[in-house]
């Protein structure tokens, strides 16, 4: 089941549901299907750099550089 964030346009409520294909998403809050779904971000932030680094690792053995730093490249060409 995905996650999908919503706006709810009777009580404006912020929220996210998992929500499978035949379900009908209701607020929370105050009940209402009058939902708006929204953009989920994607988190960037990398909370274990070692888990970061490993993925780097592997994407460069794949010939992938793009998601190294400049600093990082600098550091691999020396």
């Given at each position: ?29 105050c009940g209402s299907e009058k939902l708006q779904q929204q953009v989920a ?15 780097r690792r592997a994407a460069a053995a794949g010939g992938d550089v793009s ?12």
């Amino acid at each position: 089941m995905p996650l999908y964030a919503y706006t709810c346009q009777d009580c404006n409520a912020d929220f996210e549901l998992l929500v499978r294909a035949s379900d009908v998403p209701a607020c929370p809050s105050c009940g209402s299907e009058k939902l708006q779904q929204q953009v989920a971000k994607i988190c960037v932030d990398i909370k274990y750099p070692a888990i970061a680094k490993s993925w780097r690792r592997a994407a460069a053995a794949g010939g992938d550089v793009s998601n190294f730093s400049k600093q990082e490249l600098q550091m691999k060409k020396s």
